[in-house]
């Protein structure tokens, strides 16, 4: 009897490889921070309709859905965040029909639930924006480069879509889109579409996304932007006062695309470009598919910062293409993200300059994990963020324990091998979202034959324990092991010339400081700051570690450059640290609120609602 169970099982999982379009699509998942009942009545393509008026700060129009109402139900259910919606139609022949805004949640917002009959195909929701929209920044002239025109530029990830367009946000739902969009006859817009090249007379631009993409992915820029080619697929889009530097800077996106090919298969969206935004972008950069956006400050001047676009891009895979199905499982687009970004550095710029980022993302995974507690559930790979705005919850253990994951699963089954495993897994999951257990279902069957190798890995250790899994491998760079000789040197003698010499790439600068003891003085500051310049750099990610000591330990030579720093640049990731150092103390405090009364109407409400809470 039990023989016959097996084989019965056997039978049943065991004997066939699913293929591709074999694999399991319809899995119901539970997405906490989305209302919508996608699981019963699904978003399949949008064709939005809007106008962008920057007097009211305002996007209004028309988001037309195509649905597939597979479970058959009455209503259809979309997330909002302050959203105004003014009527709801059915068809193309526009028949109006009842709709609800239900209960606010906070920043799950609302849901607009409406009344569909069994066989709608297109519902038409017309509606416009708050001036709170949590996803939209508006932009004076005075904040824009340029200084003449305004500016706006739209931030979804993670559930900030639904506060520009009405919709099913969560990342487990994929439509394509077309979208018409008017804007005043003096500025260009660009989307995660197909985008144009030059300025349209009318203000009316157009465009495509033929490809399915999650809600997250939806964004538009608007102002005084222009185009320069890289080569025949990459370009950069930026203020015209910045294109010539911009596109210096990412002169390697080609490059990079080609390298990331060779990795994990065809670069399935056609072009790759992307823009540089104002400096108040609250993020490093954002994968809008198609066309990453970027901040200014990776124009380091030097190439220094350019592991940011190629984190990027890598994400056309792991994220665009195969997608965390909800944001409980981001270690899939960010940790796999952060693995491949590695590897697209190291086959363009060589192991050494690899090796070194990974050294940085092991320091921050141990600061990580020192910050939440050892036993913290935050440091699961597989997050439980129910109940919380995702926003809060996603923290760097994502990027850098999942980034230690993935190279205990390379070290484990072989480079070969894994990149197989990858390229594979990019295949058959294209354009799918995926759970944490799905991936490692994946990972399971693949490497079944090898159970040694299994189970050394301790994946499931991985996933759902604490802290950090005693198998992760080290990263060790031998650029740094001179530096440490050098630190030693130094902290004996606190002799700071000819140092700069010596310590010379911004890699090797960046470990310098991050690894200077915390005994260190102010007048110590001054004699580096003497050979090497650091306040007056113009490379954030210097300025940043530079600046978090100087406030530490009251270098006041710093603080006209400090406050200079939090008034321009909008990065969180800058922001956090600095204003985080500063609150740990009265004085400090003080200091950061009178800073801060100028720095916010600068500030993205990404940037700016964190910053309020650190600074209650
Ligand atoms: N997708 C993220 C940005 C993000 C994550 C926005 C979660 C909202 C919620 C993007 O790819 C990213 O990781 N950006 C990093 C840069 C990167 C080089 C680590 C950033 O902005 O710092
Ligand atoms: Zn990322």
């Known amino acids: 009897m039990k023989i016959i169970a097996s084989l019965f099982v056997v039978l049943l999982f065991g004997c066939r490889q ?95 639930e409406i009344k569909i009959d069994t066989g709608t195909t297109r519902v038409n929701i017309y509606y416009s924006t708050s001036r709170e929209a949590g996803a939209l920044q508006w932009l004076k002239p005075q904040q824009t480069a340029g200084k003449k025109l305004p500016f706006l530029f739209t931030q979804s990830q993670p559930i900030l879509a639904r506060s520009w367009v009405p919709c099913q946000d969560g990342p487990a739902v994929r439509f394509t889109y077309n979208a018409t969009v008017r804007v005043p006859s003096n500025l260009s817009a660009v989307m995660s579409a197909e985008n144009p090249q030059q300025r349209s007379p009318s203000g009316v631009y157009t465009f495509r996304q033929q490809k399915p993409i999650p809600s997250y992915l939806l964004a538009l820029a608007v102002g005084d932007i222009s185009f320069k080619a890289i080569d025949h697929r990459t370009g950069v889009y930026a203020e015209p006062s910045v294109i010539e530097k911009a596109s210096w800077e990412f002169a390697d996106m080609g490059k990079m695309v080609n390298a990331a090919e060779k990795l994990y298969g065809p670069y399935q969206w056609g072009r790759y470009d992307l823009i540089v935004l104002p400096p108040s972008f609250p993020y490093g950069g954002m994968e809008n598919p198609m066309l990453t956006f970027a901040t200014p400050t990776v124009i380091a001047g030097d190439r220094s910062l350019v592991g940011l676009v190629a984190h990027e891009l890598a994400h056309s895979w792991s994220g665009n293409l195969v997608t965390n199905a909800t944001w409980n499982d981001i270690w899939l687009n960010e940790g796999f993200t952060t693995y491949f970004e590695n590897r697209i550095i190291e086959a363009l710029y060589g192991k050494p300059e690899a090796k070194m980022q990974e050294v940085f993302s092991r320091q921050d995974l141990a600061r990580a994990i020192k910050d939440l507690g050892e036993t913290s559930m935050d440091t699961r790979l597989k997050l439980d963020l129910a109940g919380r705005d995702p926003d809060e919850g996603l923290g760097t253990i994502a990027y850098d324990k999942g980034f230690a994951f993935l190279r205990t699963i ?83 003698t606190k002799q700071a010339t000819g140092l700069s010499k010596l310590i010379v790439s911004t890699n090797q600068k960046l470990y ?50 400090i406050e200079k720093f939090l008034i321009e640049v909008g990065r ?28 916010r109407p600068n500030y993205h409400p990404v940037a700016y609602n964190t910053i309020d809470d650190m600074l209650k």
């Not at 306040?535 to 330990?553: H, M, P, V």
């Not at 922001?575 to 100028?598: D, F, H, S």
């Open 512 to 561: 310098f400081l991050r690894k200077l003891p915390s005994s260190i003085t102010a007048e110590e500051m001054a004699t580096l700051d003497k050979e090497f310049g650091f306040t007056r750099s113009g490379n954030a990610e210097l300025q940043t570690a530079w600046y978090t000591i100087a406030i530490q330990k009251q270098y006041k030579a710093a603080t006209p450059y």
């Open 18 to 112: 699913p293929s591709s379009s074999e694999m399991p699509e319809k899995i119901p998942v539970n997405d906490p921070h989305s209302a919508a009942n996608f699981n019963e009545v699904v978003t399949k393509h949008l064709d939005l309709d809007i106008a962008v008026n920057f007097d009211e700060e305002q996007i209004s129009g028309k988001a037309a859905w195509t649905i597939d109402n597979t479970a058959k139900v009455d209503h259809i259910i979309f997330d909002t965040w302050r959203l105004a919606v003014e009527r709801v139609t059915l068809g193309t022949e526009e028949k109006s029909t009842a709709f609800t805004l239900g209960k606010d949640s906070g920043y799950l917002g609302r849901p607009l």
């Open 410 to 492: 390379e070290e484990t089954f072989g480079r070969d091998r894994f990149d197989a495993f990858l390229k594979d897994y990019f295949s058959k999951n294209a354009f799918q979202s995926r759970t944490t257990e799905e991936f490692l279902g994946q990972l399971n069957a693949y490497f079944e034959d090898d159970s040694k190798g299994l189970e050394k890995l301790r994946a499931a250790e991985w996933i759902r324990g604490v802290g950090i899994p005693s198998n992760m491998p080290a990263a060790v760079s031998p650029q740094f092991t001179s530096i440490d000789s050098l630190l030693k040197q130094w902290e004996a």
């Open 572 to 599: 969180r990731k800058f922001l956090r640290p600095l204003y985080g150092e500063m609150v740990k103390t009265a004085e400090g405090k003080a200091w950061a609120k009178q800073v801060y009364q100028k720095a």
